[in-house]
């Protein structure tokens, strides 16, 4: 209740989860996020995660709130800090060539499958049955995805260190890719009130994502999300290093406590948490309202 009534004398106007806007999910205003791993520093689009993005009928552009109120109902018994990242600093102290380059060339997510690394293909197979195929769309019959994406496989060498035995035998499958290439667009955008240029997309939660795998497979590895240029080349990885860096330099982390509300604009600032340890007698509760605008007088 109190949540409630901070947001009313704010004048929050709430709306929709931005990932409820595709037709393949189904989700609440309000999500409550049980799942104790990180998170990497993101926005809260409706395209923020490209596996979603698969099976919708009709393509639309990423559709995103203003606003974002997240309140902690109970802590986390260690770790969990929230994080947030100034996207218009981002801007200004990113390398100008790597912001060039971005901006020149224009970015697209991809979404990555192997034989069983980073991810199964066969999920495509399954992902096609459970929400393509109870429904009417028109190229249900004419392809396991949205045909508007690009896609693209290829064979590899196995990955370094393959052969060494400490080495899981899952390993050895990674020697095909496929790929599936979302719609383009720009790596910065300008804020809607202020019209200052702002570091807008989620290559950080996309590189994140490699921490499931040893050092030594990281990059060989690979995410199962990540950035390529709008022509489909990959993005140089010391580009990408340059930026996970930067962002992880910039973030600031906030531990909150029981009752505590943290507004967040979402075209200046991108948000995340870190990973986090509940026990039994005490679990991490957190949840978040979206919004289209609220009253700062």
């Known amino acids: 209740d109190g949540y409630k009534q901070v947001l009313s004398k704010l004048g929050f106007n709430a709306c929709k989860d931005p990932l409820a806007a595709r037709k393949s999910l189904d989700n609440e205003v309000k999500r409550v996020v049980p799942n104790n791993a990180g998170l990497g520093l993101h926005h809260d689009r409706s395209d923020y995660a490209p596996r979603n993005n698969l099976y919708d009928e009709v393509i639309e552009p990423p559709k995103m709130p203003q606003y974002s109120a997240f309140v902690c109902f109970q802590p986390a018994c260690e770790g969990g800090e929230f994080r947030i990242l100034d996207g218009q600093r981002m801007v200004r102290e990113l390398d100008r060539d790597v912001l060039k380059r971005l901006y020149d060339r224009q970015i697209r997510s991809a979404e990555v499958y192997g034989l069983w690394l980073p991810q199964p293909a066969f999920n495509v197979i399954t992902g096609w049955a459970i929400k393509v195929l109870p429904e009417d769309f028109k190229w249900k019959w004419k392809s396991?995805?949205?045909?508007?994406?690009k896609t693209r496989s290829f064979w590899k060498a196995p990955p370094e260190g393959w052969s060494d035995i400490s080495s899981p035998p899952q390993i050895l499958t990674d020697i095909w890719r496929f790929e599936v290439l979302l719609e383009k667009f720009s790596p910065i955008n300008r804020h809607p009130d202020t019209g200052d240029v702002v570091w807008f997309n989620n290559i950080h939660l996309w590189e994140g994502d490699k921490v499931q795998w040893k050092a030594k497979f990281k990059n060989s590895l690979g995410a199962r999300s990540k950035a390529v240029y709008a022509d489909g080349e990959d993005i140089p990885q010391e580009d990408l290093d340059h930026i996970?860096?930067?962002?992880?330099?910039n973030?600031?982390?906030?531990l909150?406590?029981?009752?505590?509300i943290v507004l967040v604009d979402n075209y200046r600032t991108?948000?995340?948490r870190e990973g986090f340890r509940n026990s039994g007698s005490q679990t991490r509760l957190h949840a978040v309202t979206f919004g289209?605008?609220?009253n700062k007088s």
């Open 256 to 260: 909150m406590k029981q009752g505590d």
């Open 270 to 272: 991108l948000h995340g």
């Open 292 to 294: 289209t605008d609220f």
């Open 251 to 254: 973030e600031v982390k906030i």
């Open 244 to 249: 996970v860096e930067l962002t992880e330099k």
């Open 144 to 149: 396991f995805i949205n045909p508007t994406f």
